[in-house]
């Protein structure tokens, strides 16, 4: 790659030359599955298609349980940041953990923790425990088990696919995450009053089994011969975040990120939205459809993502990406037209996911294969905790400035933080593989 951040190579499986007739024609323009040619990331990525639309019957079965005891939407928020410190500090861990031992075995391991978690869930529904404490706890332990389990399955892409496929990979991950989005709690809401809300959580206790199944398929991913061998504690945690500091597209990567996100993502004046500016068009249409927008964007992005993820300027992918996001929320911020509004966000959605692409791959291919796993872990964190501050952002600016305003100003705060930061820093402009 011609850039000064150094990457690690030799984990790569063996590359092939391009097949010509992938290239050509309409298929440059739809969805690059070059990575599917994998056996081993097939089955990775096979079994992310059951298990996206799964942990969304959880997430939509959980606040509603904790909704349907208390009768308080204060409880339901609380219970999310009951699983956020979990999720956070098992997270800056578990990418420890995933550079010192055997990936798939992280992965086994986790991915039962998950389901078991699931089935207790289950047990508690069925059995009409009816307790909030107990919820809480249940979704602490899921969170900390899924902040062990990213770290370990997003860096092991990098050993499944080679250097020049991760965008595709990555692309192919996040349109199956983003179409479990979309259609996990619109099958939620349509099972509910058929099957029940208990049944939820053994559906998704169910296709967690296809994970581990897959999983157990993996090939073993131990520490590459040559690492130093250690201890995931306190001390390898805060090497990571030295070798952030000391790289610096990594860094860039991880500021373009809570740009788009913190000063970006509107979503806690959908409801608001909803209920003033778009209330002529019915304010449950209209709230649907602002969340709703976001993450079909993304999966259309996705299924045509041909059209990008063979770019090998991944910087400028990145940059181009975050201000198109500012500008289509900015866009969305101003239009008093609900369906030119859900245009806007379905927009940005779009460059969300080509932004995804390239800073996944950018964490995958500018970190040697020992750093992978905590250079997870904190992006895991920021694509967390960044939606989370956007929320007590946007909530507090909107209540000041009004929710039309915050937007649209938010949007060009994007629009100018990210010129500005690939200004003053040429090292994202410069990166490229």
């Not at 075995?105 to 289950?122: E, M, Y």
């Not at 778009?278 to 299924?303: D, Q, T």
Request: glycine letters at 10%; proline letters at 5%; charged letters at 15%.
């Amino acid at each position: 790659m011609d850039t000064d951040e150094s990457a690690d190579s030799s984990t790569q499986p063996q590359t092939r030359p391009e097949d010509p007739a992938h290239s050509a024609g309409w298929r440059r323009w739809a969805m690059d599955t070059r990575p599917l040619r994998r056996p081993a990331y097939r089955r990775l990525w096979s079994s992310t298609i059951v298990t996206a639309v799964g942990s969304q019957l959880t997430a939509v079965a959980v606040p509603k349980q904790i909704y349907d005891i208390t009768g308080s939407s204060a409880w339901v928020g609380y219970a999310s940041l009951a699983g956020l410190l979990p999720m956070v500090v098992f997270a800056l861990w578990g990418g420890a953990v995933a550079d010192t031992v055997d990936r798939r075995k992280l992965l086994l391991v986790t991915n039962s923790g998950i389901a078991v978690t699931s089935l207790l869930f289950w047990v508690q529904a069925v059995t009409r425990l009816d307790s909030v404490v107990a919820l809480m706890a249940l979704l602490a332990v899921q969170q900390a088990f899924f902040g062990l389990n990213s770290p370990a399955r997003n860096a092991s892409i990098a050993r499944l696919v080679p250097e020049h496929e991760l965008p595709a990979a990555n692309a192919l991950g996040s349109t199956v995450m983003q179409t479990g989005l979309v259609a996990g709690p619109l099958l939620a809401g349509a099972l509910i009053p058929v099957i029940g809300l208990p049944e939820l959580y053994l559906m998704d206790a169910l296709a967690l089994c296809v994970t581990v199944w897959a999983v157990l398929r993996l090939p073993s991913l131990p520490p590459l011969a040559g690492s130093a061998a250690r201890r995931a504690g306190l001390r390898e945690i805060a090497a990571g975040f030295r070798y952030i500091s000391g790289h610096t597209v990594l860094l860039l990567s991880f500021l373009a990120d809570i740009i788009a996100m913190v000063f970006g993502m509107p979503r806690a004046l959908f409801p608001q939205l909803a209920a003033q500016t778009y209330a002529s068009y019915g304010e449950g249409l209209a709230l649907g459809l602002l969340f709703a927008a976001i993450p079909i964007g993304a999966v259309v992005g996705g299924l045509f993502s041909g059209t990008f993820s063979r770019a090998r300027r991944h910087g400028w992918m990145v940059i181009g990406a975050v201000t198109a996001w500012g500008v289509a929320i900015a866009g969305f911020g101003v239009s008093r037209n609900l369906w030119i509004a859900v245009a806007f966000l379905a927009a940005a959605g779009v460059a969300d996911m080509v932004s995804m692409v390239f800073r996944g791959a950018i964490l995958l291919s500018a970190a040697t294969d020992e750093m992978r796993g905590r250079m997870q872990g904190v992006f895991t964190v920021v694509v967390a905790g960044g939606p989370r501050l956007a929320d007590v952002l946007h909530g507090t600016a909107g209540s000041a400035l009004g929710p039309r305003a915050a937007v649209a100003g938010g949007g060009l705060l994007v629009v100018a933080l990210m010129l500005g930061l690939a200004a003053a820093v040429p090292a994202l402009r410069r990166y490229r593989i």
